[in-house]
Every structure is written in C-alpha cells, then in structure tokens.
C-alpha cells in the first residue's frame, strides 16, 4: 500500500520551532522531488519548498526563506521540513507530496499525505 506520512506538527509560540516529517511505504523516494504545502482554512493551498530527487535543488516561497529548510534522507525514504522562526501566519495544515519535477505547482504532485496541524499562537 502506498503511503506517505505526515508528521511533527503542533502547537508553537511565535518565534518558536518544529520539524515536520514526511514518511514514505509501499513506494521508492529516490526518483522523486517531494514538495511541502500548506493550507490555512478559507485559503487555497500554497507552495511552501520542495526539493529533488537528489536534493542538490531546492525551492521556498518568499515567505518562508530563512526560515524553513528542506533535506530528505532517501535510505530512509523521509523528507523533512525544519521551521523556524515561526509566524502566527504559518498556521495551516502542511501536507507533503511526490512529483516528477521540482516545482510549486499542487496540480503536478501525487501520493499526497494526510497532512498535519501547525498552529502558531500566542
């Protein structure tokens, strides 16, 4: 069964961190770019960073560089997505996906996780 996993999120004060984790089963990482997305409630759903099958390219929006960082550890089949320097702004759900290429386009991504809950509170 193909399944990719999202996990890490939380609840955090601004300013504060979290790593999330993308776990894959069933199916080989290696040849794939994997992209983080986020979806705040009411909003449609945004590109956050991604990264190639071989991480030696990587993709933020504006709004998170500096601040998140993407890496993969292809043995392990698992992406992850470092944040810091959180904003109440970053409050969403982050899902992470599978596509042939690098890009921030949702529309070219596969085998999408379920998602999990980032708030960003004081």
């Known amino acids: 069964q193909v399944q990719f996993v999202a996990s890490g999120g939380g609840s955090v004060q601004p300013g504060g961190s979290l790593r999330l984790s993308c776990a894959a089963s069933?199916?080989?990482?290696?040849?794939?770019?994997v992209g983080w997305f986020r979806q705040a409630p009411g909003k449609e759903r945004e590109g956050v960073s991604c990264i190639n099958h071989s991480a030696d390219s990587t993709y933020y929006d504006d709004s998170v560089k500096g601040r998140f960082t993407i890496s993969r550890d292809n043995a392990e089949s698992t992406v992850y997505l470092q944040m810091n320097i959180l904003k109440p702004e970053d409050t969403a759900v982050y899902y992470c996906?599978?596509?042939?290429?690098?890009?921030?386009?949702?529309?070219?991504?596969?085998?999408w996780g379920q998602g999990t809950q980032v708030t960003v509170s004081s």
């Open positions: 069933g199916f080989s990482l290696d040849d794939y770019a």
């Open positions: 996906a599978t596509s042939w290429a690098i890009t921030n386009l949702p529309t070219s991504y596969v085998n």
